[in-house]
């Protein structure tokens, strides 16, 4: 018989496709690390259950706690998966920019949801790194995840998305192209491919109103930069610990008409549904365009799935009202 123990036993070893159309003007091979096969259909299953065993083994956590999480809406689902698995409570803090898939989707895995103002400074009270800190300390047994700060989040991905990589490509990846959030994802598996390969190139895909691309070029922390967008799951108003600069190459910067018209692109011309920051990942690749050549295996990852953008992205009332379609 073949059978996982829980659902937690079929996070990971998530498939690689080879993108067809999208890509159809880049020569290398473009290879597309399809993280929605994870059972909350997204990346961040993997860092969540890491996070949780190094809590639960340095007893950070303790057994019937309330796991408590600031999150966009993929770490809590993954968060709360496990939570349901080891028997913890969830309580998950969203920004109201999230969308309300996202929020009923959370609900639906049990987990308590706390709505916060987007536009308020990282440092205001009702900010959503406030009001998680804040609940953590008022809620008896609890455990603040701060997936930001919290390093099992890049161990997460370089135990598993980064050596997943290599062995799928057979060690012939020449780049790695990713959003940037808390930086788990592009650091675990950075760190991890640099480590096999020095010559494998690092790009990191941000935001317009996101501090990264400036900071990495400058070492300026440019409050000029920050303004409110729409890209949902990259991009930052802070430097979280969990970025790693120094295993990084280039960041390269997408609009959010453009994230959203190529994550529809994606869904049409690839048959690919994915999220938001897909969108915004394939068309960064596109823009390094010229840093590719014939013999080069690409590897972007898409970290979230469609069905959590359908109000949005998906809506063309909505991609009207935005601008975005005509
Ligand atoms: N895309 C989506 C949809 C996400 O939820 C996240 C996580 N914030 C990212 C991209 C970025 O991943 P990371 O936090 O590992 O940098």
């Known amino acids: 018989m073949d059978y996982a123990e829980n659902i ?15 890509t159809k003007d880049i020569d290398a091979l473009v290879l597309a690390k399809y993280e929605t096969f994870n059972p909350g259909n997204s990346v961040k299953d993997r860092m969540a259950v890491k996070m949780i065993e190094e809590a639960e083994a340095d007893g950070r956590l303790k057994p019937g706690g309330t796991i408590i999480e600031g999150t966009s809406g993929n770490t809590g689902m993954g968060l709360a998966l496990a939570a349901i698995v080891k028997g913890y409570k969830m309580v998950c803090v969203l920004s109201d920019k999230q969308s309300k898939e996202k929020m009923d989707i959370l609900r639906a895995v049990g987990s308590e949801v706390v709505v916060c103002p987007t536009d308020v400074p990282p440092e205001d009270p009702r900010s959503y790194y406030s009001t998680s800190r804040r609940l953590s300390e008022e809620t008896p047994n609890s455990w603040y995840v701060n997936q930001y700060d919290n390093l099992a989040n890049t161990r997460a991905h370089y135990e598993t998305t980064g050596p997943e990589i290599w062995e799928q490509t057979d060690g012939k990846v020449t780049h790695f192209v990713v959003g940037v959030g808390t930086g788990g994802t592009i650091s675990g598996v950075g760190k991890y491919l640099k480590e096999k390969n020095p010559d494998v190139k690092i ?53 959010d008409k453009d994230a959203a018209v190529y994550t529809r692109r994606l869904a049409r011309e690839e048959g690919f549904f994915l ?26 990852l898409f970290h979230d799935h469609g069905s959590r953008y359908v109000g949005k992205i998906y809506n063309d009332e909505w991609m009207k009202k935005m601008d975005y379609i005509d």
């Open 203 to 255: 790009w990191g895909v941000d935001t317009y109103g996101s501090v990264f691309k400036k900071y990495h070029e400058t070492g300026e922390f440019d409050e000029k930069e920050i303004y409110p967008y729409v890209t949902e799951g990259i991009g930052e108003d802070i430097l979280p610990k969990n970025v790693d600069f120094s295993i990084i190459d280039g960041f390269t910067k997408v609009t």
């Open 275 to 300: 999220g938001n920051s897909a969108g915004a990942a394939i068309k960064g690749l596109l823009q390094l365009k010229e840093h590719f050549t014939k013999d080069d295996v690409v590897v972007i």
């Open 8 to 22: 937690l036993g079929t996070i990971g070893k998530t498939p690689m496709v080879k993108m067809n159309k999208l």
